[in-house]
């Protein structure tokens, strides 16, 4: 019984808006909104189309983070991704977990 309500809350908390918020931060804290719009495109693509574009999976988010970090072309005709070194390997894949919840 306590494992059953321990797994509620945690379902509870991982759907609440608050969660989304600071991952909304995180995009801010990382200059990400620079270059791209949650449902609007600006320099590179919107994270809603990201998100459409990939599966919701551990190897997604393994790709989507290191490119966070390494940077890419190509993907979205001649975008070109700077490579963002300064990003943490956590804020990365929070970041890409965050983006592919978007779909």
Known sequence: MRSLLCLSLALTLVGSPGLA???KEL???????????IDKRKYGP???DVARKYDN?????AMISK????????????DIM???PQVSDADALALA????SLK
């Open 27 to 37: 995009l801010q804290k990382n200059n990400c909104l620079a270059c791209h719009g």
């Open 67 to 78: 490119k966070i970090q390494t940077g890419g072309t190509g993907v979205w005709g001649e």
């Open 21 to 23: 918020f600071a991952d």
């Open 97 to 100: 977990q965050f983006i592919l």
């Open 82 to 84: 700077p490579p963002q």
């Open 57 to 61: 999976d551990s190897a997604t988010v």
């Open 46 to 48: 919107n994270f809603v």
